[in-house]
Nanobody
Framework: QVQLVESGGGLVQAGGSLELSCATS????????MGWFRQDPGKQRELVAR???????EYADSVKGRFTISRDNAKNTVYLEMNNLKPEDTAVYYC?????????????WGQGTQVTVSS
């Protein structure tokens, strides 16, 4: 059974940093692109960063220059380093494997990890 386990969130002041991790299992991690999504209550889940199976990253404009996505295929884990955090980054963050379109591969999600940025 595929698992997506996010961790690393927390409460941080504006301007601070966090690093999120997403550990996965039971699928061919190395052949898929991976993405980090976030969702604030009352809003749609949005893709904020993605990394191809060839380690090519892409970012939403809202996080470009502040977030860095990376992956470790040996550990089946994808990371999101977040710097210069802003209150508007507050959300629950999730990971998922990606289709080439950028849509999530799986129709289920892990528990996510809460990021709260205070002003």
């Amino acid at each position: 059974q595929v698992q997506l386990v996010e961790s690393g969130g927390g409460l941080v002041q504006a301007g601070g940093s966090l690093e999120l991790s997403c550990a996965t299992s039971e699928f061919a991690f190395e052949i898929y692109g991976m993405g980090w999504f976030r969702q604030d209550p009352g809003k749609q889940r949005e893709l904020v960063a993605r990394i191809s199976r060839d380690d090519v990253p892409e970012y939403a404009d809202s996080v470009k220059g502040r977030f860095t996505i990376s992956r470790d295929n040996a550990k089946n884990t994808v990371y999101l380093e977040m710097n210069n955090l802003k209150p508007e980054d507050t959300a629950v963050y999730y990971c998922n494997a990606l289709l080439s379109s950028g849509s999530p591969l799986y129709d289920f999600w892990g528990q996510g990890t809460q990021v709260t940025v205070s002003s």
